[in-house]
Protein backbone atom coordinates (compact mmCIF):
# COMPACT_ATOMS: atom_id res chain seq x y z
CA UNK A 1 0.00 0.00 0.00
CA UNK A 2 2.78 2.55 0.94
CA UNK A 3 4.69 1.47 -2.37
CA UNK A 4 1.54 2.57 -4.43
CA UNK A 5 0.90 5.64 -2.62
CA UNK A 6 4.55 6.95 -2.62
CA UNK A 7 4.98 8.68 -6.02
CA UNK A 8 1.81 10.82 -4.70
CA UNK A 9 3.47 11.56 -1.17
CA UNK A 10 6.89 12.70 -2.87
CA UNK A 11 5.00 14.91 -5.28
CA UNK A 12 3.43 16.56 -2.54
CA UNK A 13 6.39 16.56 -0.36
CA UNK A 14 7.90 18.38 -3.35
CA UNK A 15 5.28 20.88 -3.67
CA UNK A 16 4.93 21.56 -0.13
CA UNK A 17 9.35 22.28 0.13
CA UNK A 18 9.18 24.40 -3.35
CA UNK A 19 6.06 26.51 -1.25
CA UNK A 20 8.00 27.21 1.71
CA UNK A 21 11.35 28.60 -0.81
CA UNK A 22 8.67 30.57 -2.71
CA UNK A 23 7.34 31.91 0.16
CA UNK A 24 10.72 32.74 2.13
CA UNK A 25 11.84 34.45 -1.19
CA UNK A 26 9.17 36.73 -1.44
CA UNK A 27 9.18 37.42 1.86
CA UNK A 28 13.25 37.97 2.65
CA UNK A 29 14.14 39.61 -0.23
CA UNK A 30 11.38 40.76 -2.74
CA UNK A 31 9.09 42.49 -1.33
CA UNK A 32 11.65 44.11 1.37
CA UNK A 33 13.64 45.96 -1.98
CA UNK A 34 10.03 46.27 -3.72
CA UNK A 35 11.24 43.99 -6.01
CA UNK A 36 7.87 42.37 -8.06
CA UNK A 37 8.47 38.74 -8.50
CA UNK A 38 6.00 38.78 -11.62
CA UNK A 39 2.71 37.19 -12.27
CA UNK A 40 -0.31 37.32 -9.72
CA UNK A 41 2.36 37.71 -7.14
CA UNK A 42 3.74 41.00 -8.57
CA UNK A 43 0.24 42.28 -9.05
CA UNK A 44 -0.72 41.52 -5.52
CA UNK A 45 3.04 43.43 -4.14
CA UNK A 46 1.60 45.97 -5.99
CA UNK A 47 -1.85 45.91 -4.80
CA UNK A 48 -0.05 45.77 -1.28
CA UNK A 49 1.90 48.79 -1.87
CA UNK A 50 -0.94 51.16 -1.84
CA UNK A 51 -3.60 49.09 -0.04
CA UNK A 52 -1.82 47.20 2.59
CA UNK A 53 -4.18 44.03 1.65
CA UNK A 54 -2.73 41.22 2.70
CA UNK A 55 -0.34 39.88 -0.47
CA UNK A 56 -1.10 35.84 0.20
CA UNK A 57 -5.17 36.36 -0.24
CA UNK A 58 -4.47 38.62 -2.91
CA UNK A 59 -2.61 35.79 -4.70
CA UNK A 60 -5.10 32.78 -3.83
CA UNK A 61 -8.17 35.05 -5.48
CA UNK A 62 -6.01 36.09 -8.76
CA UNK A 63 -5.38 31.96 -9.14
CA UNK A 64 -9.08 31.48 -9.79
CA UNK A 65 -9.20 32.24 -13.00
CA UNK A 66 -6.27 31.13 -14.01
CA UNK A 67 -6.91 27.84 -11.84
CA UNK A 68 -9.49 27.28 -14.29
CA UNK A 69 -7.57 27.82 -17.65
CA UNK A 70 -5.19 25.20 -16.21
CA UNK A 71 -8.19 22.61 -15.63
CA UNK A 72 -8.60 23.06 -19.15
CA UNK A 73 -4.89 22.49 -20.70
CA UNK A 74 -2.86 20.77 -17.85
CA UNK A 75 -4.24 17.62 -17.05
CA UNK A 76 -8.03 17.85 -15.43
CA UNK A 77 -7.92 16.49 -12.05
CA UNK A 78 -4.12 15.75 -11.09
CA UNK A 79 -3.50 19.17 -12.31
CA UNK A 80 -6.25 20.82 -10.32
CA UNK A 81 -5.42 18.29 -7.05
CA UNK A 82 -1.56 19.43 -6.78
CA UNK A 83 -1.91 23.29 -8.14
CA UNK A 84 -4.61 23.75 -5.90
CA UNK A 85 -2.42 22.38 -3.06
CA UNK A 86 0.55 24.71 -3.94
CA UNK A 87 -1.25 27.76 -4.50
CA UNK A 88 -2.65 27.44 -1.13
CA UNK A 89 -0.06 26.34 1.04
CA UNK A 90 1.85 29.35 -0.91
CA UNK A 91 -0.73 31.79 -0.19
CA UNK A 92 -1.05 30.86 3.81
CA UNK A 93 3.12 30.59 4.20
CA UNK A 94 3.06 34.38 2.63
CA UNK A 95 1.20 36.14 4.97
CA UNK A 96 1.87 33.63 7.67
CA UNK A 97 5.92 33.85 7.84
CA UNK A 98 5.90 37.53 8.73
CA UNK A 99 3.87 36.69 11.69
CA UNK A 100 6.41 34.38 13.48
CA UNK A 101 8.36 36.21 16.41
CA UNK A 102 11.32 35.27 15.34
CA UNK A 103 11.19 36.43 11.46
CA UNK A 104 13.24 39.33 9.89
CA UNK A 105 10.62 42.06 9.47
CA UNK A 106 12.28 44.33 6.76
CA UNK A 107 14.26 40.99 5.59
CA UNK A 108 17.84 39.89 5.77
CA UNK A 109 19.97 42.85 3.54
CA UNK A 110 19.01 46.41 2.32
CA UNK A 111 21.54 45.04 -0.48
CA UNK A 112 19.47 45.47 -3.33
CA UNK A 113 22.20 43.07 -6.07
CA UNK A 114 21.91 40.33 -2.99
CA UNK A 115 17.89 40.59 -2.90
CA UNK A 116 17.81 40.23 -6.47
CA UNK A 117 20.12 37.31 -6.90
CA UNK A 118 19.09 35.09 -4.19
CA UNK A 119 15.54 36.10 -4.31
CA UNK A 120 15.79 34.56 -7.78
CA UNK A 121 17.98 31.75 -6.49
CA UNK A 122 15.34 30.08 -3.99
CA UNK A 123 12.30 30.90 -5.49
CA UNK A 124 13.70 29.75 -8.73
CA UNK A 125 14.18 26.32 -6.59
CA UNK A 126 10.93 26.60 -5.14
CA UNK A 127 9.30 26.66 -8.59
CA UNK A 128 11.45 24.00 -9.86
CA UNK A 129 10.66 21.76 -7.34
CA UNK A 130 6.97 22.16 -7.73
CA UNK A 131 7.10 21.52 -11.26
CA UNK A 132 8.78 17.98 -10.26
CA UNK A 133 5.98 17.38 -7.69
CA UNK A 134 3.93 17.44 -11.33
CA UNK A 135 2.18 20.71 -10.14
CA UNK A 136 2.22 24.39 -10.47
CA UNK A 137 2.80 27.59 -8.23
CA UNK A 138 -0.70 28.96 -10.16
CA UNK A 139 -0.07 32.63 -11.58
CA UNK A 140 2.12 32.89 -14.20
CA UNK A 141 3.25 29.25 -13.77
CA UNK A 142 0.21 27.96 -15.29
CA UNK A 143 0.52 30.05 -18.51
CA UNK A 144 4.06 29.51 -18.80
CA UNK A 145 3.50 25.84 -18.38
CA UNK A 146 0.75 26.06 -20.90
CA UNK A 147 3.90 27.77 -23.40
CA UNK A 148 6.33 24.81 -22.18
CA UNK A 149 3.80 21.68 -23.09
CA UNK A 150 1.43 23.01 -26.38
CA UNK A 151 4.36 25.23 -28.00
CA UNK A 152 7.62 24.06 -27.03
CA UNK A 153 8.47 27.23 -25.58
CA UNK A 154 11.15 26.89 -22.60
CA UNK A 155 10.30 27.66 -19.19
CA UNK A 156 13.12 30.77 -19.71
CA UNK A 157 11.29 32.24 -22.68
CA UNK A 158 8.10 31.59 -20.37
CA UNK A 159 9.00 32.98 -17.66
CA UNK A 160 10.21 36.84 -19.83
CA UNK A 161 7.15 36.05 -21.94
CA UNK A 162 4.25 36.28 -18.94
CA UNK A 163 5.84 38.10 -16.12
CA UNK A 164 7.57 41.14 -18.02
CA UNK A 165 4.97 43.36 -18.60
CA UNK A 166 3.81 42.89 -14.60
CA UNK A 167 7.39 44.36 -13.70
CA UNK A 168 7.54 46.58 -16.06
CA UNK A 169 4.19 48.13 -14.60
CA UNK A 170 5.29 47.66 -11.02
CA UNK A 171 8.59 50.01 -12.28
CA UNK A 172 5.90 52.97 -12.26
CA UNK A 173 5.37 52.20 -8.89
CA UNK A 174 8.60 51.49 -7.28
CA UNK A 175 11.67 52.76 -9.85
CA UNK A 176 12.86 51.76 -12.97
CA UNK A 177 15.84 50.39 -10.68
CA UNK A 178 13.94 47.92 -9.05
CA UNK A 179 12.33 47.24 -12.04
CA UNK A 180 15.42 46.15 -13.63
CA UNK A 181 16.72 44.63 -10.93
CA UNK A 182 13.61 42.71 -11.12
CA UNK A 183 14.00 41.22 -14.67
CA UNK A 184 17.13 40.33 -14.04
CA UNK A 185 15.55 38.24 -11.04
CA UNK A 186 13.41 36.91 -13.16
CA UNK A 187 15.86 35.48 -16.04
CA UNK A 188 17.86 34.09 -13.25
CA UNK A 189 15.03 32.80 -11.45
CA UNK A 190 14.25 30.90 -15.08
CA UNK A 191 17.31 29.35 -15.48
CA UNK A 192 17.58 28.08 -12.05
CA UNK A 193 13.78 26.54 -13.24
CA UNK A 194 15.28 24.60 -15.59
CA UNK A 195 18.20 23.27 -13.50
CA UNK A 196 16.00 22.13 -10.39
CA UNK A 197 13.74 20.63 -12.78
CA UNK A 198 16.51 18.70 -15.19
CA UNK A 199 18.73 17.80 -11.70
CA UNK A 200 21.29 14.70 -12.29
CA UNK A 201 19.48 14.08 -14.93
CA UNK A 202 20.17 15.94 -17.88
CA UNK A 203 22.42 13.98 -20.07
CA UNK A 204 24.39 14.70 -23.40
CA UNK A 205 23.64 13.26 -26.88
CA UNK A 206 26.24 12.67 -29.42
CA UNK A 207 26.01 11.80 -33.37
CA UNK A 208 29.16 10.77 -34.87
CA UNK A 209 29.89 10.46 -38.52
CA UNK A 210 33.04 8.82 -38.92
CA UNK A 211 34.76 6.10 -41.09
CA UNK A 212 36.42 3.76 -37.98
CA UNK A 213 32.64 3.22 -36.90
CA UNK A 214 33.78 -0.17 -35.65
CA UNK A 215 37.00 1.07 -33.85
CA UNK A 216 34.81 3.44 -31.93
CA UNK A 217 31.83 1.53 -31.45
CA UNK A 218 33.81 -1.38 -29.56
CA UNK A 219 35.52 1.52 -27.54
CA UNK A 220 32.64 3.25 -26.22
CA UNK A 221 30.98 -0.19 -25.49
CA UNK A 222 33.82 -1.32 -23.65
CA UNK A 223 35.73 2.01 -22.23
CA UNK A 224 32.66 4.04 -21.33
CA UNK A 225 30.19 1.09 -20.75
CA UNK A 226 27.49 3.46 -22.86
CA UNK A 227 25.37 2.08 -25.95
CA UNK A 228 25.91 2.89 -29.34
CA UNK A 229 23.30 2.99 -32.23
CA UNK A 230 24.56 2.45 -35.66
CA UNK A 231 22.75 4.42 -38.32
CA UNK A 232 22.99 4.35 -42.10
CA UNK A 233 23.60 7.93 -43.78
CA UNK A 234 24.23 9.14 -46.77
CA UNK A 235 26.42 12.18 -47.59
CA UNK A 236 24.21 14.59 -49.93
CA UNK A 237 27.22 15.81 -51.51
CA UNK A 238 29.15 12.67 -52.60
CA UNK A 239 26.43 10.74 -51.99
CA UNK A 240 28.34 7.90 -50.80
CA UNK A 241 26.96 6.06 -47.56
CA UNK A 242 28.75 6.08 -44.01
CA UNK A 243 27.77 5.06 -40.58
CA UNK A 244 26.17 7.04 -38.26
CA UNK A 245 27.05 6.11 -34.38
CA UNK A 246 24.33 7.75 -32.10
CA UNK A 247 24.72 7.85 -28.47
CA UNK A 248 23.70 9.28 -24.80
CA UNK A 249 26.97 9.75 -22.29
CA UNK A 250 26.39 11.93 -18.73
CA UNK A 251 28.23 15.57 -18.97
CA UNK A 252 31.07 14.09 -16.87
CA UNK A 253 31.87 11.80 -20.14
CA UNK A 254 31.45 13.98 -22.41
CA UNK A 255 35.33 14.75 -22.59
CA UNK A 256 36.45 10.96 -22.87
CA UNK A 257 34.00 10.30 -25.51
CA UNK A 258 35.84 13.27 -27.61
CA UNK A 259 39.51 11.37 -26.76
CA UNK A 260 37.89 8.38 -28.00
CA UNK A 261 36.61 10.12 -31.19
CA UNK A 262 39.97 11.79 -31.60
CA UNK A 263 42.22 8.94 -31.25
CA UNK A 264 40.22 6.36 -33.94
CA UNK A 265 39.52 8.99 -36.48
CA UNK A 266 40.83 12.56 -36.71
CA UNK A 267 38.61 13.28 -39.13
CA UNK A 268 35.19 12.33 -37.75
CA UNK A 269 32.50 14.68 -37.49
CA UNK A 270 30.93 14.86 -34.30
CA UNK A 271 27.52 17.06 -32.69
CA UNK A 272 27.20 17.24 -29.15
CA UNK A 273 23.44 18.10 -28.33
CA UNK A 274 22.10 18.27 -24.64
CA UNK A 275 19.48 15.82 -23.87
CA UNK A 276 17.28 17.09 -21.08
CA UNK A 277 16.04 13.66 -20.00
CA UNK A 278 17.62 10.24 -20.34
CA UNK A 279 15.26 7.30 -19.44
CA UNK A 280 16.24 3.83 -19.81
CA UNK A 281 19.22 1.41 -19.03
CA UNK A 282 21.97 3.22 -17.61
CA UNK A 283 20.16 6.57 -16.57
CA UNK A 284 17.26 7.40 -14.84
CA UNK A 285 14.39 4.10 -14.80
CA UNK A 286 10.98 5.14 -16.14
CA UNK A 287 8.50 5.60 -13.82
CA UNK A 288 4.76 5.96 -13.65
CA UNK A 289 3.58 9.23 -14.43
Known amino acids: ?39 VSGIAQIINHFTGWPIGLMVLIGNIPLFILGWRFLGGHRFAMRTAYAVVVYSVLVDLLPRLPFFPPNGLTDDLVINALYGAVISGVGYGLVYRGYGTSGGSDILARILNRWRAVPMTQSYLMVDSAVILAAGLVFGWKQALYALVAL ?13 GRAARSAMIITSQAESISERILTDMERGVTVLEGTGAYTGEGRPVLYCVVTRSEVQQLKSIVHEADPKAFMVIGIAHEA ?3 GFQPFRRQ
Open 1 to 39: MFKKRWPSIRDFGLITLGALLQALALRLFLVPANLASGG
Open 187 to 199: YVSGLVVDTTMEG
Open 279 to 281: LGE
